[in-house]
């Protein structure tokens, strides 16, 4: 199990990485069998590949991703963390408070990341 202060740099390094538009980096830190549901109740993104066509949709240069509060991490192989994520389309601006949940495998890459959000939860201007 990793460390807590390795998933806690993994989390913000994920953050830092989306933010720079590195779609390269971000996908550098999720292992190969790694899953991912955003929102939560969507179907899952499974593996590598699919995750990397994923990101590479949402890492666009027009969206960001803020941190609201200390990463948390758990006593466990998982960390949570609340972002707010601003983007556009349309000419409108949508922001999104969220929740991401990891959990991480024996390496310390991300091994599954789950998105808390909802339609209602969308603000857009």
């Given at each position: 199990?990793?460390?807590?202060?390795?998933?806690?740099?993994?989390?913000?390094?994920?953050?830092?990485?989306?933010?720079?538009?590195?779609v390269?980096?971000?996908l550098?830190?999720?292992?190969?069998?790694a899953t991912v549901e955003d929102p939560v109740g969507s179907p899952a993104v499974e593996g590598k590949s699919a995750i990397a066509e994923f990101?590479?949709?949402?890492?666009?240069?027009?969206?960001?991703?803020?941190?609201?509060?200390?990463?948390?991490?758990?006593?466990s192989n998982s960390g949570a963390m609340a972002l707010q994520i601003t983007t556009s389309a349309e000419g409108k601006t949508i922001s999104i408070p969220v929740i991401e949940v990891m959990t991480f495998d024996e390496q310390g890459s991300i091994a599954s990341m789950k998105a808390y959000w909802g339609p209602g939860d969308m603000v857009i201007k």
């Amino acid at each position: 199990m990793p460390q807590e202060n390795v998933i806690k740099t993994v989390m913000k390094q994920y953050i830092d990485r989306f933010n720079q538009d590195d779609v390269e980096g971000v996908l550098s830190l999720f292992g190969e069998e790694a899953t991912v549901e955003d929102p939560v109740g969507s179907p899952a993104v499974e593996g590598k590949s699919a995750i990397a066509e994923f990101y590479k949709k949402v890492v666009n240069g027009n969206t960001r991703i803020r941190l609201e509060g200390p990463i948390r991490g758990s006593h466990s192989n998982s960390g949570a963390m609340a972002l707010q994520i601003t983007t556009s389309a349309e000419g409108k601006t949508i922001s999104i408070p969220v929740i991401e949940v990891m959990t991480f495998d024996e390496q310390g890459s991300i091994a599954s990341m789950k998105a808390y959000w909802g339609p209602g939860d969308m603000v857009i201007k």
